[in-house]
T-cell receptor, first 114, second 110 residues
């Protein structure tokens, strides 16, 4: 597609369930990032993938969060045993991967944990 | 103290007014971004700059590396400019990790 695609756009889940959020980056973009925007909070970095390098996971808030990127393209962010504080908009972005490459953002997945 | 500070936090203007949003940062950076987020919408990248000034339509972004300060200007503001404007910096290195300001909520009234 022409832009970064995220699915689902909205997800409501029960506390304790696992969820998977998907990001389909712009074709040819080697860098992919996940960010989180909690209600009333600014954006925070979660994880960064660059090509075949080991991902930068320094922003993941707990070991319940994990992400993978298969084939250098699609990425899945998994949250295990969801908690109410995980409710947020999860944003994915991609770029050409250069240090100064412009990032293009998806529309986000709004996750609500009830 | 947040590494990226924006001001003002909220801004209300009348259609046609000239608008300025400011961003100050405390770390060395390789690039600064201005992003726009409409209510319920995704984020759109407006500018990425590392020096000087960029212009796109009615939007102008400037950066002063020595003073660690950037401004986003909107000329002849319009209600459709109403959105949250977010400043973010890439503090460089081999990883691309944006640090975000908390955003400025702009409301332009007709």
């Amino acid at each position: 597609g022409a832009g970064v695609s995220q699915s689902p756009s909205n997800k409501v889940t029960e506390k304790g369930k696992d969820v998977e959020l998907r990001c389909d980056p712009i074709s040819g973009h080697t860098a992919l990032y996940w960010y989180r925007q909690s209600l009333g909070q600014g954006l925070e970095f979660l994880i960064y993938f660059q090509g075949n390098s080991a991902p930068d996971k320094s922003g993941l808030p707990s070991d319940r969060f994990s992400a993978e990127r298969t084939g250098g393209s699609v990425s899945t962010l998994t949250i295990q045993r969801t908690q109410q504080e995980d409710s947020a908009v999860y944003l994915c972005a991609s770029s050409l991967g250069q240090a100064k490459g412009e990032a293009f953002f998806g529309q986000g997945t709004r996750l609500t944990v009830v | 103290k947040n590494e990226v500070e924006q001001s003002p936090q909220n801004l209300t203007a009348q259609e046609g007014e000239f608008i300025t949003i400011n961003c100050s940062y405390s770390v060395g950076i390789s690039a600064l971004h201005w992003l726009q987020q409409h209510p319920g919408g995704g984020i759109v990248s407006l500018f990425m700059l590392s020096s000087g000034k960029k212009k796109h339509g009615r939007l102008i972004a400037t950066i002063n590396i020595q003073e660690k300060h950037s401004s986003l200007h909107i000329t002849a503001s319009h209600p459709r400019d109403s959105a949250v404007y977010i400043c973010a910096v890439n503090s460089g290195g081999s990883n691309y990790k944006l640090t975000f300001g908390k955003g400025t909520l702009l409301t332009v009234n007709p």
